[in-house]
């Protein structure tokens, strides 16, 4: 498979707290990488260098080099970036709008007009996201009746609406339930085919049902990155090893 | 194309961004350039010090000192009995009054803060001012008493609607861990709550007191505006403010009349700048 | 000793005596300006010119001329100040810079309103030679508005969830275009409630206007936005201090309209500010 993202001696910093140190990491296209680790392991910032969206907090700093589709992101105008990888967030952020006005709410403030392909547009996203058939009889009623479960999903959608190759999952199932999250990693074992997911998250064992490759963080060091079987059966660290069989985080 | 919009409105932003900063030094300057101009033809030792405003008489006498005094006065008094009033009753506001009774006692607050300054000078001069020559026996109500009185009323929804923040903004915590221990409300409210909120109460003091001093057509309306150095509470007395709104009318553009009340404006404009930059001091201490 | 629990009831109710004394007084001038005032309001007081060297007659001009003055200063207040607000919530980093902004606004919403009239004399009157007149006044209301405005307009910036501007940056929105769509909608109602406050106050405002735009009488409506005009609480002013003989009913009548104008403004800003909190959604 071939190399989507490369980030080379990623290193992060708001203000004077470190949050990453030296990260190498590549993901591939058309895989779900997994990262793991406990909190404050740095996990998020990374995501959100992918998409530059750290750039907006207070006093960030980076060091390093991100490249996408082998152009350094530093240079990409971070809106064409954030459209090419979108973010799906730690909790069910639906916009206070109709379920339909909050999937094009993001083709529309790119220009799109046409009504007719916008709502072919909304109902492509939400069967690509697995909502079409709970929601297609009100989407006009408001996104925040949906169950948290329906709404991450319609968060999904909402960010294939603006076509993006890679989609970024922080911690997505964090606020929900056993049925609702098992919807949410279906959706994303479909999405891979099309997609390259990376997802972060606090559930180890998340990683290990969905993820093809697993990485572990600490302390803001990558620890070890391999297949997800080895992460899990063969680390080849101590502390992974810990980690994933529970003995702290 | 889309991206120059986004350029130019961002643009258009930050220059409304700085305009708060541009007005600021704009009053300054159009403060001074009078007031400069006027300490050309008039001594600033005279002007500060001098006892005597005869404006008009030949030749004119530019002492500001009766009206610095009785800007003092009415502040002095106002501040006695807005000050600990205006505290006790943000205390009981946001301490001891019952859910319901609290948003009727703000509501009443915030309709005290409404009414206009104008209108406030009108019920004084019908109202206080008569009892007020009644009660103490003397030729005229209008008084540096009836204006300090007033004024008490104006500042108190600033004193109490500041200082209710500061009490509200103690964290529970406080008051739980002394009502763990048996202190009784009173106690705790007097021992640990007021200490606690005494930055946020001070500054709310001090916008008061900022807005007595710059007050205007009240005070104008019911202190008499006689330009002499006030002796006590039961005489006339004519503030800066007023000076500049009954005077600037009749005076020449230009004239050294003219630039003395924009030098007294200039002069009410520091000391309400020094005012609410302490103010503003406190309120960030209490956060 | 005194019991603690004595001590608490006695000190209690001095504070809701005190309470008491702060609120009442406000009851009792309404209720005196609405049972001495309320026999002068009638349709010829509100529509008619004044007569009589303002003994007899109405107050329209001046009902006229106060409404002129506040919509022309508010229309453009609103736009510097929202926009103000947006740069210090959105935009502004935390630098040098932003602090001075903050202190200025500090400083300008202390400066006393008579000050303000002289600025307004100074730059607008004399110096743009607009002269006295309804855009010198409004000019320096506006000015007097702004940090009202930029700060309440702020606040319901900041009160916007944080997560709303990231979904939509997380899209590939712009910056702008984030703050239009999803942050401003939002806000709205606070900035509303915000700017009718600050009109309320302005409404009343005497000093400023007195020599930038108010006029002792003038016979006729004002033409342009270069004319003179009669404003409420001028007229308030001058009737009650400068006319002998006015009958005492006419003066009570102005101050109820004035009180009415500024109550039922302050009542509306209160009505919208509940109406969206319950509403609220997130």
Redesign the interface.
């Known amino acids: 498979m071939v190399d989507k993202i490369e980030a080379s001696g990623l290193s992060c910093a708001f203000g004077k707290i470190r949050s990453l140190t030296g990260i190498n990491i590549t993901v591939k296209e058309n895989e779900i990488l997994g990262i793991i680790g406990p909190s404050n392991s740095g996990k998020t910032t990374f995501l959100r260098a992918l ?1 530059r ?1 750290n750039d ?1 907090s ?1 006093n960030y700093r980076q060091e390093g080099k991100i490249v996408m589709n082998g152009k350094d992101i530093s240079k990409i105008d971070p ?6 990888v ?2 799906v ?1 730690a ?1 069910p ?1 639906s ?2 709008m109709s379920v339909y006005d909050n999937v094009v ?2 083709p529309k ?3 799109s007009k046409n009504k007719k392909e916008l709502q072919q547009l909304a109902e492509k996203c939400l069967r690509a996201a697995s909502l079409w058939d709970e929601v297609k009889d009100r989407l006009d009623a ?1 996104a ?1 009746k949906l169950s948290g479960g329906q709404q991450q999903r319609l ?1 999904i959608a ?2 294939l609406a ?1 076509q993006p190759e890679v989609i970024l999952f922080d911690e997505p199932c964090s606020g929900l339930d056993p049925i609702s999250t098992a919807k949410v990693e279906e959706a994303m074992v479909e999405l891979k085919k099309k997609y390259t997911l990376v997802l972060v998250t606090n559930n180890v064992k998340q990683a290990s049902r969905v993820s093809d490759r697993t990485a572990f963080f600490l302390m803001g060091e990558l620890v070890e990155i391999d297949i997800t079987r080895n992460i899990f059966v063969s680390p080849k660290d101590k502390r992974t090893e810990d980690y994933v069989t529970g003995r702290f985080g | 194309m889309k991206k120059l919009a986004d350029d130019v409105i961002e643009k258009l932003i930050f220059i409304c961004g700085i305009t708060a900063i541009v007005f600021v030094v704009l009053i300054f300057v159009f403060l001074m350039k009078e007031g400069v101009s006027f300490f050309g033809e008039y001594s600033f030792h005279d002007f500060l010090l001098g006892k005597f405003w005869y404006p008009t008489s030949d030749p004119p006498r530019f002492g500001i000192l009766p009206l610095i005094l009785g800007s003092l006065i009415i502040t002095l008094g106002a501040s006695l009995i807005a000050v600990p009033l205006g505290t006790m009753a943000a205390l009981y506001i946001s301490e001891v009054a019952p859910k319901g009774a609290k948003d009727v006692l703000k509501a009443g607050v915030e309709l005290l803060a409404a009414i206009p300054s104008v209108v406030v000078g009108f019920i004084g001069m019908v109202t206080l001012v008569p009892i007020i020559k009644n009660v103490f026996g003397i030729p005229t109500g209008l008084t540096a008493l009836s204006g300090c009185i007033m004024l008490a009323f104006m500042a108190m929804p600033t004193i109490v609607s500041i200082s209710e923040d500061a009490i509200n903004a103690v964290p529970w915590q406080y008051k739980e861990g002394a009502l763990a221990l048996g202190a009784t409300k009173w106690q705790i409210m007097y021992r640990i709550i007021l200490p606690a909120a005494a930055p946020g109460i001070i500054a709310s003091v001090m916008l008061g007191i900022g807005r007595v001093i710059g007050e205007t057509m009240a005070v104008m309306m019911v202190t008499g505006n006689a330009a002499v150095i006030p002796h006590g509470f039961l005489e006339s007395v004519r503030t800066m403010t007023a000076t500049i709104a009954a005077e600037m009318g009749e005076t020449v553009r230009g004239s050294i009349h003219y630039k003395a009340l924009f030098a007294i404006g200039a002069v009410l404009f520091i000391i309400t700048f020094f005012i609410n930059f302490v103010a503003d001091t406190y309120l960030h201490k209490n956060k | 000793m005194m019991n603690t629990k004595t001590s608490q009831k006695i000190a209690f109710s001095a504070l809701l005596a005190v309470t008491l004394m702060v609120i009442l007084p406000v009851l009792i001038i309404i209720i005196i300006i609405i049972r001495e005032g309320i026999s002068a309001i009638n349709w010829q007081f509100i529509a008619s010119m004044p007569s009589n060297g303002m003994r007899s007659g109405g107050i329209m001009p001046a009902i006229l001329g106060t409404i002129y003055l506040v919509v022309l200063s508010v229309a453009i207040a609103l736009p510097v100040g929202v926009l103000a607000a947006i740069y210090l919530n959105e935009y502004a980093k935390d630098n040098l810079l932003t602090r001075v902004i903050k202190l200025s606004i500090v400083n300008l919403a202390g400066v006393p309103s008579v000050v303000y009239g002289l600025f307004g004399l100074g730059l607008f009157v004399i110096f743009m030679k607009f002269g006295v007149s309804i855009l010198s006044g409004a000019l320096t209301l506006a000015i007097m508005e702004l940090p009202v405005i930029i700060t309440t307009s702020k606040e319901a910036l900041n009160s916007v969830p944080q997560s709303f501007r990231e979904v939509s940056l997380s899209l590939g929105v712009s910056r702008w275009k984030t703050v239009r769509h999803v942050v401003l909608p939002h806000a709205l109602p606070g900035i509303m409630t915000g700017t009718i406050l600050s009109i309320a106050r302005i409404a009343g405002e005497t000093a400023p206007i007195l020599f930038t735009a108010a006029a002792f009488y003038v016979p006729r409506l004002p033409n342009s936005v270069f004319d003179q005009v009669m404003v409420l609480p001028y007229h308030l002013f001058i009737i009650s201090t400068q006319i002998p003989n006015m009958p005492k009913n006419l003066s009570y009548g102005t101050a109820l309209v004035l009180l009415m104008l500024v109550i039922s403004m302050n009542l509306a800003a209160i009505v919208i500010r509940t109406y969206f909190r319950k509403r609220k959604k997130w």
């Open positions: 998409n969206l907006f207070l809106e064409s970036l954030r459209k090419n979108g973010m967030f909790l952020l916009l206070p709410y993001g403030r790119h220009g408001s925040l968060c909402r960010t603006v």
